[in-house]
T-cell receptor
Framework: GAVVSQHPSRVICKSGTSVKIECRSL??????MFWYRQFPKQSLMLMAT?????????EQGVEKDKFLINHASLTLSTLTVTSAHPEDSSFYIC?????????????FGPGTRLLVL | DQQVKQNSPSLSVQEGRISILNCDYT??????FLWYKKYPAEGPTFLIS?????DKNEDGRFTVFLNKSAKHLSLHIVPSQPGDSAVYFC????????????????FGQGTTLQVKP
């Protein structure tokens, strides 16, 4: 299957700092990427949908000014957690799909563990 | 509002026997369903999917059954192997033509499968 990478895999930061997480599709062009977060023992919650060259679409309850998403190319989307606080500590996972309008499978990255102290 | 539900948080089966994981959904607009397998601290891995025009899809040891009238789907793994031990998520999607949200997945809470040797 297709490969999606995330960087970093783990990050620890102080409260108030900003953290950038990169999501890359390594062997295909991803017109759409999705960002999820997962709390322990809970489901994956979709945060936003990122389309290359356009603004991200955020799910209800997700602060777009806090979680900045940039999908600058067909292989890269970034999620920036601005002014991170301990409650932002979570497991962030991105996924990518290649063809819009098709029922294509989403390929997930390995996730990024964020711990805000 | 939990649109996709996996009511069994855990399941334990003996190696070689059948594992049956269940999933229910509430939104009749969903027309595509997927099963993912996830290990701790990793992203989900796609297993198998089914379109709403079918009631069964088989891939090796994995078979997914869809009962649209009951809004229920299940994943059968036979024979179960210890390496199948993981968290299994079902996900549902609805294709909205022309929308940037095409392909958005809604996940269930997950079922932890343990296959005992």
């Amino acid at each position: 299957g297709a490969v999606v990478s995330q960087h970093p895999s783990r990050v620890i930061c102080k409260s108030g700092t900003s953290v950038k997480i990169e999501c890359r599709s390594l062997d295909f062009q991803a017109t759409t990427m999705f960002w999820y977060r997962q709390f322990p023992k809970q489901s994956l919650m979709l945060m936003a949908t990122s389309n290359e060259g356009s603004k991200a679409t955020y799910e209800q309850g997700v602060e777009k000014d806090k979680f900045l998403i940039n999908h600058a190319s067909l292989t890269l989307s970034t999620l920036t957690v601005t002014s991170a606080h301990p409650e932002d500590s979570s497991f962030y996972i991105c996924s990518a799909r290649s063809r819009p309008g098709e029922k294509e499978t989403q390929y997930f990255g390995p996730g990024t563990r964020l711990l805000v102290l | 509002d939990q649109q996709v539900k996996q009511n069994s948080p855990s399941l334990s089966v003996q190696e070689g026997r059948i594992s049956i994981l269940n999933c229910d959904y509430t939104n009749s607009m969903f027309d595509y369903f997927l099963w993912y397998k996830k290990y701790p601290a990793e992203g989900p891995t796609f297993l198998i999917s089914i379109s709403s025009i079918k009631d069964k899809n088989e891939d090796g040891r994995f078979t997914v059954f869809l009962n649209k009238s009951a809004k229920h789907l299940s994943l059968h793994i036979v024979p179960s192997q210890p390496g199948d031990s993981a968290v299994y998520f079902c996900a549902a999607a609805k294709e909205i033509r022309g929308s940037s949200n095409t392909g958005k997945l809604i996940f269930g809470q997950g079922t932890t499968l343990q296959v005992k040797p």
